[in-house]
């Protein structure tokens, strides 16, 4: 059973700068797609980013894109959402989410693993 722990977040200012980490652990394959998703209160899960087994594609949601960066480390087991410049408007708890197939996706319903998600709060 594939286990996905997410840690990093926090409570910064408008402006600043957090690193979430999501540590996987019980893989038996390779070659899986990873992301990252939010959660607002009140409102409907939504995609982040993602990136590919290898890392050399990755896709961000326009709301993130130039301020968020995603990354992997395979030989940790290791993924990384880099946000920068960070808004009121990221409010949220954060998930990284594991889909097994090579192929991406931008829906949470095509991820099987989740972790238990990490608040991250954003002051104005």
């Known amino acids: 059973q594939v286990q996905l722990v997410e840690s990093g977040g926090g409570l910064v200012q408008a402006g600043g700068f957090l690193r979430l980490s999501c540590a996987a652990s019980g893989r038996t394959s390779n070659g899986y797609t990873m992301g990252w998703f939010r959660q607002a209160p009140g409102k409907e899960r939504e995609f982040v980013a993602r990136?590919?087994?290898?890392?050399?594609?990755?896709y961000y949601a326009d709301s993130v894109k130039g301020r968020f960066t995603i990354s992997r480390d395979n030989a940790k087991n290791m993924v990384y959402l880099q946000m920068n410049s960070l808004k009121p408007e990221d409010t949220a708890v954060y998930y990284c989410?594991?889909?097994?197939?090579?192929?991406?996706?931008?829906?949470?319903?095509?991820?099987?693993?989740w972790g238990q998600g990490t608040q991250v709060t954003v002051s104005s």
């Open positions: 990136i590919s087994w290898s890392g050399g594609n990755t």
């Open positions: 989410a594991e889909r097994s197939a090579t192929s991406g996706s931008s829906y949470a319903s095509d991820y099987d693993y």
